[in-house]
């Protein structure tokens, strides 16, 4: 790949920030960060420590500079100096753009900020998200919404200039170990025998068991699944203040689902399910409903937020909380003959519409040089 720096000039110089690390938006910006530095850009990415070592940003040529996610005045003060001579900074998440608001305070450097998602709160904490959203919205140069919506919200908010940029879902970075002796058939028996899900459909959910992610309703579909012939297990990877709570439902409603905690092989696990369900009440790009179309794992989720848009018709979308309309929507997928060849060949097709890592950084980087030429 060409280097982006002409021939006697000086390299841009770019500031990555990170605010609370979500898996989306790291990702994100590993997959930025290797792209900008293969055109000659000078990237330093500033992130909490267990995020840096997690993302590896200095596996790709990046200069990963340890900031903490507080807003106090010595991280806001340490971010300023880090600042000092980039030409563009560049935010990701609403934590990290109110930290950079704050750093680039009476300086000319152009802030781009890019919305990734949004906070599900709801009373008086709601209010303070709205007041936040508003000040980096205005103070932007420019915003980057990751789905239409967001991208209406950041203008709604006073954004001076708001765009769509889709962020590519990067390639998985672990690659699926097949075991000695065996082939892909035997993995995906072993993983389904260790879930339990032998003899039975497995339907994948994954992300944390937080109220907004609609597993209270997830559970009120299980219910109609029982009855199912044989009866598919729901598999709900990740950890949260609602595990107590669902645990006693499952086991007092003698629901067929496990909580299987925070696992670190869930692109193997979605491999050899049945149904991936995405039940959450808002979403801007899903990354299981993004992953499980690239594997050829039919879909199910809500058509809120970004999902309608990233999915097209290449899954079985139903309103939020309509727990008859999930279940019949799973059972419409295990059951209608042909109905989950159909899906996987439309989400296959779908998922290689979406815009490449090397388109995603493109586009930012034409930002970067809109804003920095002179």
């Known amino acids: 790949m060409s280097s982006h720096v002409p021939h006697g000039q000086t390299p841009l110089r770019t500031v990555q920030v990170l605010g609370g690390g979500s898996a989306g938006s790291s990702a994100h910006v590993r997959s930025l960060a290797a792209g900008l530095v293969a055109r000659g850009v000078r990237v330093t990415v500033c992130a909490p420590s267990d995020v840096g070592r ?60 890019t919305w990734h998602t949004r906070m599900p709160v709801d009373g008086a904490r709601a209010r303070v998200v709205r007041l936040l959203e508003r000040r980096v919205a205005r103070t932007a140069t420019v915003v980057l919404g990751t789905s239409s919506d967001l991208v209406d919200r950041a203008r709604s908010q006073g954004a001076r200039d708001a765009r769509l940029a889709a962020v590519a879902l990067p390639a998985s970075r672990v690659p699926v170990a097949e075991p000695e002796g065996g082939g892909p058939d035997r993995l995906h028996h072993k993983a389904r025998a260790d879930l339990g899900a032998i003899g039975r459909p497995l339907l994948m959910a994954v992300g944390s068991l937080d109220e907004h992610r609609g597993y209270e309703t997830l559970l009120d579909a299980a219910r109609a699944w029982r009855g199912l012939d044989p009866a598919p297990l729901l598999v709900i990877a990740g950890e949260g203040p609602l595990r107590g709570l669902l645990q006693r439902r499952i086991e007092d409603e003698e629901l067929p689902v496990r909580l299987v905690g925070r696992r670190d092989d869930v692109s193997e696990l979605l491999a050899v399910a049945d149904v991936a369900v995405v039940a959450s009440r808002w979403e801007s790009r899903s990354v299981l409903a993004q992953e499980a179309l690239r594997a050829g794992v039919p879909l199910v989720a809500c058509a809120v937020g970004g999902t309608p848009e990233v999915v097209g018709d290449a899954a079985e979308l139903v309103p939020y909380g309509d727990a008859e309309a999930l279940a019949e929507a799973v059972e419409r997928v295990l059951v209608v003959p042909g109905r989950r060849e159909w899906l996987r060949e439309r989400g296959l097709a779908q998922a290689a519409s979406w815009p490449s890592e090397d388109e995603t950084v493109a586009q930012v980087l034409s930002v970067y040089d809109e804003l920095t030429q002179t």
Do not use: E, K, Q, W
């Open 54 to 113: 997690a993302y590896g940003f200095g596996d790709v040529g990046a200069r990963h500079v340890p900031v903490a996610r507080r807003s106090d005045p010595t991280t806001v003060a340490a971010l300023r100096a880090i600042c000092a001579d980039a030409d563009v900074v560049h935010a990701h998440g609403l934590n990290a753009a109110v930290r950079a608001v704050l750093a680039l305070s009476g300086r000319r450097v152009p802030l781009v900020v």
